[in-house]
């Protein structure tokens, strides 16, 4: 057995979930090997530097081609069909990227590919949450080489910085033609990424808001001073974000994004099922609604039943204070 996590890219530097991707690896318990897919450049340095000294990797491999700049999902797949004789597992971070590349791959070569999964039972079953996360499905695979993308919150990230995996082998291997297919026009970073907040799916501290808020204004005006006290990102239901409080890239839940931080607090939102799985494992949640029968109280471990428009303020002064005191 031999497995190959598939390194993820972010802002320039390697993205954190393909630790947690590396964790759900060592639980099959076979070598582990990470690849890196790139263009030549300080970027691609950075990744590779990071990639390094993550513990208990035994090869680094790195692709490089110009087309790998912004690499199109087709072509990474076209690489890991190549790749994958020599692995009997292939894991990935859930990322938005790796949701489309490694299906792709899984296709071509004829396999399964099992998204999402939540722990390894074993080299052959996993599991992964179906039906919003309102059951675990435990899947056995018995296709020769099993293809996988890891929720990042379910397992913790592997150790890694300067005392890592030092005895790692690295190896260049060869890029796949460009396949042209499809070709990345331009980037834009949404508000998220432009306040300088830290990031949604990582951060330790997150303020989400709903429907309660009421607008875009009030969203802005009673949620960021309280994000700014706890240093936490901002996230939004999916009735916020269609009533233009928030932009798409900050909505949390099923068809948004997963998050598990240490403190997540709900402001004017009921915790439809669709919005709880994807905060319900944050290690405390604090909820404030006006309605004492909201199910956000149900998961809450600290709930407040108030209006958010006098309660919110007053929280945020009050910690603001606290904060002062303390510095
Ligand atoms: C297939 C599918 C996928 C979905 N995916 C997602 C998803 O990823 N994420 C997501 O969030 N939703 C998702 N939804 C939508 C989900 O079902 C809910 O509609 C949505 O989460 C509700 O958002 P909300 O809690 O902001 O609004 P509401 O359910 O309308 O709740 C608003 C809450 O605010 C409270 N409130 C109102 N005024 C105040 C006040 N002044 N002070 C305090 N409290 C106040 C109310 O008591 C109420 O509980 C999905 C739905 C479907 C069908």
């Given at each position: 057995?031999?497995?190959?996590?598939?390194?993820?890219?972010?802002?320039?530097?390697l993205?954190?979930?393909?630790?947690?991707?590396?964790?759900?690896?060592?639980?099959?318990?076979a070598?582990?090997d990470?690849?890196?897919v790139?263009?030549?450049?300080?970027?691609?340095?950075?990744?590779?530097?990071?990639a390094?000294?993550?513990?208990?990797?035994?090869k680094?491999?790195?692709?490089?081609?110009?087309?790998?700049?912004?690499?199109?999902?087709e072509?990474?797949?076209?690489?890991?069909?190549?790749?994958?004789?020599?692995?009997?597992?292939?894991?990935?971070?859930?990322?938005?990227?790796w949701k489309?590349?490694?299906?792709?791959?899984?296709?071509?070569?004829?396999?399964?590919?099992?998204?999402?999964i939540?722990a390894?039972?074993?080299?052959?079953?996993?599991?992964?949450?179906?039906?919003?996360?309102?059951?675990?499905?435990?899947?056995?695979?018995?296709?020769?080489?099993?293809?996988?993308?890891?929720?990042?919150?379910?397992?913790?990230?592997?150790?890694?910085?300067?005392a890592?995996?030092k005895n790692?082998?690295?190896?260049?291997?060869?890029?796949?033609?460009?396949?042209?297919?499809?070709?990345?026009?331009?980037?834009?970073?949404?508000?998220?990424?432009?306040?300088?907040?830290?990031?949604?799916?990582?951060?330790?501290?997150?303020?989400?808001g709903g429907?309660?808020?009421?607008?875009?204004?009030?969203?802005?005006?009673?949620?960021?001073?309280?994000?700014?006290?706890?240093?936490?990102?901002?996230?939004?239901?999916?009735?916020?974000?269609?009533?233009?409080?928030?932009?798409?890239?900050?909505q949390?839940?099923?068809?948004?994004?997963?998050?598990?931080?240490?403190l997540y607090?709900?402001?004017?939102?009921?915790?439809a099922?669709?919005?709880?799985?994807?905060?319900?494992?944050?290690?405390?949640?604090?909820?404030?609604?006006?309605?004492?029968?909201?199910?956000?109280?149900?998961?809450?471990?600290?709930?407040?039943?108030?209006?958010?428009?006098?309660?919110?303020?007053?929280?945020?002064?009050?910690?603001?204070?606290?904060?002062?005191?303390?510095?």
């Amino acid at each position: 057995m031999r497995s190959l996590v598939l390194a993820g890219r972010k802002n320039g530097a390697l993205d954190p979930a393909t630790l947690n991707a590396v964790t759900a690896a060592t639980r099959v318990g076979a070598e582990i090997d990470l690849l890196v897919v790139g263009s030549e450049g300080a970027d691609l340095d950075a990744v590779l530097r990071d990639a390094a000294g993550i513990c208990g990797i035994s090869k680094l491999l790195c692709a490089t081609a110009a087309h790998y700049a912004d690499p199109s999902p087709e072509n990474v797949a076209a690489l890991l069909v190549g790749l994958a004789s020599g692995y009997t597992h292939l894991f990935a971070p859930a990322t938005a990227f790796w949701k489309s590349a490694l299906p792709r791959a899984a296709a071509l070569l004829d396999v399964a590919p099992i998204s999402d999964i939540v722990a390894v039972e074993s080299p052959e079953i996993f599991v992964r949450p179906v039906h919003a996360a309102s059951a675990l499905m435990r899947v056995r695979s018995l296709d020769p080489v099993k293809l996988l993308t890891v929720r990042p919150t379910a397992f913790e990230a592997a150790p890694s910085g300067s005392a890592g995996s030092k005895n790692a082998l690295f190896e260049r291997i060869p890029a796949a033609g460009d396949l042209a297919m499809s070709r990345i026009v331009s980037r834009a970073a949404g508000e998220e990424g432009c306040s300088g907040r830290p990031d949604l799916s990582t951060a330790r501290a997150v303020v989400s808001g709903g429907r309660g808020l009421g607008s875009a204004e009030n969203y802005r005006r009673l949620l960021v001073p309280l994000a700014d006290c706890l240093g936490a990102a901002l996230g939004a239901t999916r009735a916020a974000v269609d009533g233009g409080f928030a932009s798409s890239e900050m909505q949390v839940g099923q068809t948004g994004k997963i998050v598990a931080p240490d403190l997540y607090v709900a402001v004017g939102l009921s915790g439809a099922i669709q919005h709880l799985v994807g905060m319900k494992d944050s290690r405390f949640i604090v909820a404030i609604n006006k309605d004492a029968e909201a199910p956000i109280f149900q998961v809450a471990d600290c709930g407040l039943v108030a209006d958010v428009f006098d309660a919110l303020p007053e929280l945020t002064e009050a910690l603001r204070k606290k904060l002062n005191d303390c510095l």
